[in-house]
């Protein structure tokens, strides 16, 4: 099984508000990066996170995300 790799920025309320999902490590660490730095310092305030993680199967990766393969 291929591992997908999820980011997510998601609000203070706890939903997602921005996701992306691909196969490719290297691709997923830039646009973590991305998502991490185009939250400003009062959203980080706020409680505004971004957060990538690893998933086993599509089935997993939520259902609004962008998926890239």
């Known amino acids: ?6 980011n997510e920025q998601i609000d203070p ?9 691909c196969c490719d490590e290297t691709q997923a660490q830039e646009c973590h990066d991305s998502f991490e730095s185009n939250l400003t310092l009062e959203q980080k305030a706020q409680g505004w996170v971004a ?17 890239l393969d």
Request: some cysteine; proline content about 3%; charged content about 20%.
């Open 51 to 67: 957060q990538i993680r690893t998933v086993e199967s599509w089935d997993e990766v939520p259902v609004n995300a962008l998926k």
């Open 1 to 6: 099984m291929a591992t997908i790799w999820v």
């Open 13 to 21: 309320c706890g939903i997602i508000r921005a996701c992306i999902a």
